[in-house]
Every structure is written in structure tokens, then in C-alpha cells.
């Protein structure tokens, strides 16, 4: 160790500014072998010794005592940083501001008890005397601050070891393991080891955050847009925005006073259907009974529901509840699923309520495609077996058929499930379909029927369900028939024969297949499993679709990722700028750290062209907030209102001075100061 500190040959020179290969050190806290190892990797040579004047004088000092005394002088713990980062540093720029008071996060090889006295990377090969320190070391130069508390990718490609001896770490010849960085501030010169594992050979990543293009698979699938978007697509934000709205809408009691505040657990009612008058006698052709549909928030979770009113129903048996209890284990994505059954009398008569899962903004299957009076033309002004004029599906009224497979696949994967659970839908219709988005269905209302039918005098409620399984696809036969036909009247019994030949002429022979099949009545027990064959190669193209679309969604979220930082460094700018008193001082937001974000501040926002006009880019001000976040040391000039003053200063010390500074308002919220 001696023959090394003093063998020019086998140290290199410390005049190229240039940084040095070196190997690892070892981590650990014993301050004896933490400092040896330390000075071990700096090594002086005897050409720069000689020149001493241009060589700060206590780094000789410091070789003397230690080619001298082979214990550390107690007077040297000042050259070891107590804390720090393990992470890449690189060479900074000279700089004259305090000590960086926030740690940074620890390299996961690092993260053990041991190395908690001494962090690995973070050694001081050579630093001042008290009399002569600027109060600024590596651990609290500028260097760490440049970079954001995201672990680097490299560490994580490149294999990495923290537990090598001492004698190995000076004996070792340099390598890619460890390098020394140099800093000079006030005619001082820091020299500090780096031993996180470097990239791969060729690899470089940014300092900062920063927004990438489109993915190329997301790009090339959708129509391009005048210019490139920062943020999501204007039709994704505006069906989110509708949708909270929907969520968040409540109802104005003075106007509708049949509303009532509360229902058992369930507070802001908000109806999702024209309530019906309170006189009516009439109905409802789906249950048998009048019903009415409320958006409400659970006071247990604070989450909304849908609830589904049946006016005037007393329960008298509670044995339906087995049937509840099995509709509520079923979750399956095009499912509303049932998570609660109960009584009320708040709305001024006994009334059943079903809880279900609430989807904003979704439609009915029967306001979106059958809402259409003109569609019925079809059957009753067209003169069926004459071929003269133009075909059903020229006349531009009739749905697309990969949108009609789109729908068989999602309702006949609900149906599947519900029937290997052992139940039955029973409200396979239009009007109990949900649509949400473009093409996503959701069968609702399920479990409704089994309660109302429910038949005290059966010992197995279950004995049924074969038939009402039946039944089930029949009604997927009807819904699909209608929707080939995007008409009703298309499974009136008197329009059944028009219906096929209008499926014939304008769609393949497996969708009419497949309709036939559902509408026939069959010598055996059919199965939703049976249509599997006929649906065929287009379920992949139903689940390509979905991937696709989940595709632009997480490219449209990737665009909104950082807008959450970018607000937070925001929000904490402007509770720091312009704050008119604080501790009872008024200028407290114009003089030290403070005047400097102010300044940076003006930098950001109020820049002007040499024409005086307000100067705007929202990639500036995105860039600049991005590199005060990361505290990069790229200098900046702060220019007063006056044009007297101009500051130069780096990202670093922007960062420094603005998080003391949010620290120093955050404890006097908290009553610490």
C-alpha cells in the first residue's frame, strides 16, 4: 500500500481532468478500513506533489501524516461523509451553495445494516481543513441533486457485488467498477469515488425526465393528428369527464321531494331513469312490477352503486337469499355484478332493492341501436320477394357484421359463466343490456327474476334452472336477430321469415347459422358451449381488438404520467412565490433562497421576444420544471424585472433552495417553528 502511494508509474495523474477507472471498495462501517480503503484509491504521484503551488497544500498535508501514521488521524472524520447515494455521479460544475439536506435513496445492494454508517461511493479521497473548508462536500455538492429518486435501469442489467474486501479493493488494478470524480470549489479540489455499477458498453440515459413518442404499433394504427399531443385524445378525456359528471351528479331535493336522502346505507340518490308518477298503475313488461333506477354512494365504502328499485314488493321469504349468495360470488367483465339485496320502506312503501356495480355513462343496448322509428320500414313498406331497388343493407341503416360478432362474443361469454355457476340470466334483452364506451357490453339486472319468482313451495330452487338455461338462448337468438335486422319488429313471430331472408342477402351464412340454431327448438339440451364452432376464428379477432384497445389506452395514459409531478412542483412553487408575510417578515418571498425562485419563477412564465411580446412555449416551461425536478447541474441566468441583475446558477441550487424552503413553510403549518 505505501509502494502504491508513492510509485508515479502505478498511479495516474490527477492533472488530467478527465475521470479515472478504479476498483470497488468495501462498505464497510469501520471507520479504520472505510478510510484506508479511501485514501488507498487516491494516489498522488510524485510530479504532482512537486508542484506545489499549484496543488492545494492540505492534500500534501494530508499524504505526509498518512504515509507517516498508518491509523487515521482523529481529525480526518471530518473527510467522511456520514450519509449518502450509491447512485451514478458524474462530474459536475463549480458551485458555492449549503449542504443538501435530503438523503437520497440507497442502491438496493447497498440497503443493508451495514452499510448504514458509511455509504459505498460516497468516500472522500482528499478533502480541507475546518479552517480552510468552504462547508461543502461530495455527499453535498450539487452532483447527487441532478438526478430524479427513480433507480437507474443500468444498475439492474449489470451484475454488481458490495461485499469486497478491503485488501481486494487496494490491491485490485483500476477497472470499470469504480471511478474517481473531481470538483473544484473556491481553489478546492474534492476527489470521490464511484462504484455503482456502470451501463452496458454504448448505453446512455437521460438525467431527466423526459416524454417519449408514440409506441409504433400505437401510432400507425390510428389517424394522425395535425401536430404531436402531450395528452390524451380529446374523445378518451371527454367519455372520462362525462363519465365522473355522471358520477359525481346529485339531485336537487326541493325539486324532486320522492327522492328520499337516505336508504339504508345509501346516501345522494340520484335517478338514472325518468321516475315514473306516482299514480301509476301500469307495469313495468320485464318484472311485472314498477321500477326505478338510482345512482347512490354506500356510507360503508364511499363508493357509488346502482340500485334498482321494485316498487311495492314485500319479501315474505328470506330463503331466496341462497340464489343472492351465488349471483353476488360472480364476477365476470360483461356482468353488472349484484353485490347486495335488501328492504326499505323510505320511500314510503315496501320496496326491494337491488345494489349492483355502477358504470358512468353506460346506455342501454336498446337506446343505442333501437331508437330508430325509420328501421321498421324495412318490414312493413318493403314489398318481401321482389327484387327491384337497391338492397336492405345499401340503405346504410343496418349494423356492420364484425360489430354484431363483437356483441355474440361478449354476451355468449356471460352466459357461459352464469350457466356453469348454475344459474340462469333471464334478462337477455335489449333494455337490460348495457353498453359502455363503443362496444363493451354489460348484461344488468341479474338475479332480479329468481327473486321475484321465487316459489316457496320448491325444496331444490335450483330444479328450474335447465329450463331457464333453455331459455337463455333463445333470447341471445332474438338479440342478435334484432340486431342483424337493428329492428324489433324483426322478432315479431309474422316477421320472422322477412328477418332470415334479410339476414341472408346482407350477412354470412354463419351468422344466419347461428340464429337459426339459437330460434330452433331442438330434440336435446343445448349448451352456449355449442355456438363456440360457429363463432370460430372471430373470437381472435374480438381479442385482438381488445388488445389493441388497450393498447391506445396505455399510450394515452403514458402521456398523463408526469403530470402529477409536474402539478406537485407547481403547487409548491406558488405556495412559495409571491406569499405576501411570513414570520412577520414582508419581504420574506423577495430576499434569499426565495427571491431566486421568484426569479425562476419569471424565467419560467413572463419570458418575452425581442419585441416585447409574451413569449409562450409549454415545452419550455415542461423542460425547465423537469430539470429543477431532477436538479441537473445545467446553469441557468435569472434576470431581474429591473434588467440590473442577472444570477447565474444551476438547477441544483434552484432545487436546494426550493425544497428548504417548502420544508421551512411545511413546518410552520405544522407548528414546529
Given at each position: 500500500?505505501m ?85 451514478r ?46 462547508k ?17 435501469p ?12 478491503v ?79 355522471i ?42 312490477y ?51 339485496v ?23 343496448m ?31 341503416g ?79 337468438g ?64 374480438q ?51 426565495r ?40 446553469k ?38
Amino acid at each position: 500500500m505505501m509502494q502504491r502511494m508513492t510509485n508515479s508509474s502505478s498511479s495516474p495523474s490527477l492533472l488530467n481532468d478527465s475521470a479515472k477507472q478504479y476498483a470497488g471498495h468495501d462498505p464497510l462501517t469501520s471507520p479504520n478500513s472505510s478510510l484506508f480503503n479511501d485514501f488507498a484509491a487516491l494516489s498522488v504521484s510524485q510530479r504532482r506533489k512537486l508542484a506545489k503551488p499549484a496543488f492545494p497544500s492540505f492534500i500534501t498535508d494530508l499524504e505526509d501524516r498518512y504515509n507517516t501514521v498508518l491509523t487515521p488521524n482523529p481529525t480526518a472524520n471530518e473527510f467522511i461523509p456520514k450519509g449518502g447515494s450509491t447512485s451514478r455521479l458524474s462530474s459536475v460544475s463549480q458551485s458555492s451553495m449549503s449542504a443538501f439536506s435530503q438523503a437520497l435513496f440507497s442502491h438496493p445492494s447497498m440497503g443493508s445494516p451495514a452499510a448504514a454508517g458509511l455509504a459505498p461511493g460516497m468516500s472522500l479521497s482528499a478533502g480541507s481543513s475546518p479552517l480552510h473548508s468552504p462547508k461543502i462536500t461530495p455527499h453535498t455538492s450539487p452532483a447527487p441533486r441532478r438526478r430524479s429518486h427513480t433507480p437507474n435501469p443500468a444498475n439492474y442489467m449489470v451484475p454488481t457485488s458490495a461485499s469486497a474486501s478491503v485488501a481486494n479493493a487496494v490491491s485490485q488494478p483500476p477497472s470499470t467498477g469504480q471511478v474517481i470524480q473531481k470538483e473544484t470549489v473556491g481553489g478546492t479540489t474534492y476527489f470521490y469515488t464511484d462504484t455503482t455499477p456502470a451501463p452496458l458498453t454504448g448505453m446512455v440515459f437521460p438525467n431527466y425526465h423526459i416524454y417519449h413518442p408514440a409506441a409504433p404499433h400505437v401510432a400507425y394504427m390510428q389517424p394522425k393528428a395535425n401536430a404531436p399531443s402531450f395528452f390524451m385524445a380529446d374523445e378518451l378525456r371527454q367519455e372520462l369527464i362525462n363519465r365522473h359528471l355522471i358520477t359525481m351528479a346529485q339531485v336537487d331535493q326541493a325539486d324532486i321531494p320522492a327522492v328520499p336522502a337516505e336508504v339504508d346505507s345509501y346516501h345522494s340518490l340520484f335517478p338514472l331513469e325518468p321516475l315514473p308518477p306516482p299514480n301509476r298503475i301500469q307495469k313495468t313488461s320485464n318484472f311485472g312490477y314498477i321500477t326505478s333506477c338510482y345512482k347512490a354512494v354506500n356510507s360503508k365504502d364511499d363508493l357509488p352503486y346502482c340500485l334498482r328499485r321494485i316498487h311495492g314488493f314485500r319479501l315474505v321469504n328470506t330463503k331466496c337469499m341462497v340464489l343472492v349468495d351465488m349471483w353476488k360470488k360472480i364476477q365476470h367483465s360483461n356482468i353488472v355484478t349484484l353485490r347486495e339485496v335488501f328492504t326499505t320502506k323510505a320511500f314510503g312503501e315496501h320496496s326491494l332493492v337491488f345494489a349492483y356495480d355502477f358504470h358512468a355513462g353506460g346506455e342501454t343496448m336498446m337506446s343505442r341501436h333501437f331508437n330508430d322509428p325509420s328501421a321498421d320500414a324495412y318490414f312493413t313498406k318493403r314489398k318481401w320477394g321482389q327484387h327491384d331497388g337497391p338492397l336492405p343493407r345499401q340503405h346504410a341503416g343496418l349494423l356492420p357484421e364484425s360489430l354484431i360478432w363483437a356483441y355474440i362474443v361478449q354476451l355468449s361469454s356471460a352466459l357461459r359463466t352464469i350457466h356453469t355457476a348454475g344459474l340462469a340470466c333471464r334478462v337477455m334483452d335489449p333494455t337490460k343490456i348495457l353498453v359502455t364506451g363503443k362496444t363493451r357490453l354489460r348484461v344488468n339486472c341479474v338475479g332480479i327474476f329468481d327473486v321475484l319468482t321465487f316459489d316457496n313451495s320448491q325444496n331444490n330452487p335450483l330444479a328450474l334452472m335447465a329450463q331457464f338455461q333453455q331459455t337463455d338462448l333463445i333470447s341471445l337468438g332474438k338479440v342478435v336477430l334484432a340486431l342483424a335486422c337493428n329492428s324489433l319488429s324483426g322478432i315479431q313471430r309474422e316477421n320472422l321469415q322477412k328477418a332470415m331472408e334479410l339476414v341472408t342477402i346482407n350477412y354470412s351464412s354463419d351468422l344466419k347459422n347461428l340464429i337459426l340454431y339459437l330460434l330452433t327448438d331442438q330434440n336435446r339440451l343445448r349448451s352456449v358451449n355449442d355456438i363456440m364452432p360457429m363463432i370460430g376464428a372471430r373470437f381472435y379477432t374480438q381479442l385482438d381488438a381488445a388488445q389493441m384497445r388497450n393498447d391506445v389506452i396505455e399510450e394515452d395514459l403514458a402521456k398523463e404520467v408526469q403530470n402529477g409531478r409536474l402539478f406537485r412542483l407547481l403547487a409548491k412553487l406558488g405556495t412559495i412565490n409571491e406569499r405576501p408575510e411570513f414570520q412577520k417578515d414582508p419581504t420574506w418571498s423577495e430576499t434569499g433562497d426565495r427571491y431566486l425562485l421568484k426569479l425562476f419563477r419569471d424565467h419560467l412564465f413572463h419570458q418575452v421576444t425581442e419585441a416585447g411580446t409574451p413569449w409562450i412555449d409549454l415545452s419550455h416551461i415542461i423542460s425547465c420544471l423537469n430539470k429543477l425536478d431532477a436538479g441537473v447541474p445545467e446553469k441557468i441566468s435569472l434576470i431581474s424585472r429591473d434588467e440590473k441583475s442577472v444570477l447565474v446558477v444551476t438547477y441544483s441550487d434552484l432545487k436546494r433552495c426550493f425544497e428548504n424552503t417548502f420544508q421551512e413553510l411545511i413546518a410552520a403549518a405544522n407548528g414546529q417553528l
